[in-house]
C-alpha cells in the first residue's frame, strides 16, 4: 500500500521546564478494512450466534478476497468453530452456529486472522426482564388542545 513518512513534534512547557520532541513515523495507508456485525451483543445457552463479516476498500466498494481461517473459541480458549477458505459474496461473509445448552459462560471471540483484530460476545444466562407498556387516550386530539388526557399502564 501507500506509505509516507512524516515527523510529528511534541512539545510542552511546564513551571520552570520545558521540552520538544521530535520522532519520524511511517504511516501506511491500509488497502482495505474488516469488521464483523453481530445480531446481538450477548448471547443464551441454545442461541444461534449470528454474525456478518463486512469487507470494504479504502474507496469503501466490497472486497471479495478470501478469508483463509475464521474461528471462533470459548472463554476457556477451545476453538469450537471455524470455517476455511471463505470468500465473501459482495464484501459480506454470512455466518452463524448454535450454542450447545451448556456453553461455558463467559467472553467469546471471532478471529479473523492477522489483519483484523478479534472480536468479542458475551454468552450468559441472565435474562432479560419482559414488560408490557400501553398507553390510553382520546380518539381526537386537537391542535389547539393545552392538554392530553393520557392513562399509563406497565407490567
Not at 8 to 28: A, D, M, P
Not at 76 to 84: A, S, V
Not at 114 to 119: G, K, N, Q, S
Request: charged share 20%; aromatic share 10%.
Amino acid at each position: 500500500g501507500a506509505e509516507e513518512v512524516a515527523t510529528v513534534i511534541v512539545r510542552g512547557s511546564g513551571g520552570f521546564s520545558s521540552f520538544e520532541e521530535s520522532k519520524n513515523v511511517l504511516i501506511q495507508l491500509n488497502q482495505k478494512g474488516s469488521f464483523v456485525q453481530l445480531a446481538k451483543p450477548a448471547f443464551h445457552p441454545g442461541d444461534y450466534v449470528k454474525f456478518r463479516v463486512v469487507t470494504l476498500s479504502d474507496s469503501f466498494l466490497p472486497v471479495n478476497d478470501k478469508y483463509h481461517l475464521i474461528n471462533v473459541q470459548d472463554p476457556n480458549g477451545t476453538r469450537i468453530m471455524q470455517w476455511l477458505d471463505v470468500v465473501p459474496q459482495h464484501g459480506i461473509i454470512d455466518l452463524s452456529f448454535p450454542l450447545s445448552e451448556e456453553p461455558p459462560l463467559g467472553i467469546y471471540t471471532i478471529d479473523l486472522g492477522a489483519d483484523t483484530p478479534a472480536v468479542s460476545f458475551t454468552v450468559s444466562d441472565y435474562v432479560e426482564p419482559k414488560f408490557e407498556v400501553t398507553f390510553v387516550g382520546s380518539s381526537q386530539i386537537f391542535v389547539l388542545d393545552q392538554f392530553l388526557d393520557l392513562q399509563v399502564c406497565a407490567r
